[in-house]
Nanobody
Framework: QVQLVESGGGLVQAGGSLRLSCAASGSIFSINTMAWYRQAPGKQRELVAGITSGGSTNYADSVKGRFTISRDNAKNTVYLQMNSLEPEDTAVYYC?????????????????WGQGTQVTVSS
């Protein structure tokens, strides 16, 4: 069983910063990509940033230059440093990880999601 636990959300004024963390735990054999998504009220969930096991990153155009994704493979943890926050960044942020588990002879690769953490940016 695998769990993703997020932390670091909260309320911040426009122009401020927050750092989100997401730690994966459980019967993990390996973790491929890790990513952050967000969903604002009335909108679809969208990809914010992703990072491969080798450290390659990609970002949504709306956050390029302001957000930085990183990961600590030894801790099975992914981070999202968010600077110059704008009211438009207000959303629930979800951690995603593509994880391989091994249970006896059964190897399974699937996506796991965190419970979400609220980020609110006031103007």
């Amino acid at each position: 069983q695998v769990q993703l636990v997020e932390s670091g959300g909260g309320l911040v004024q426009a122009g401020g910063s927050l750092r989100l963390s997401c730690a994966a735990s459980g019967s993990i054999f390996s973790i491929n990509t890790m990513a952050w998504y967000r969903q604002a009220p009335g909108k679809q969930r969208e990809l914010v940033a992703g990072i491969t096991s080798g450290g390659s990153t990609n970002y949504a155009d709306s956050v390029k230059g302001r957000f930085t994704i990183s990961r600590d493979n030894a801790k099975n943890t992914v981070y999202l440093q968010m600077n110059s926050l704008e009211p438009e960044d207000t959303a629930v942020y979800y951690c995603n990880a593509r994880i391989t588990t091994r249970n006896g002879g059964l190897v399974t690769l699937r996506d796991y999601w965190g419970q979400g953490t609220q980020v609110t940016v006031s103007s």
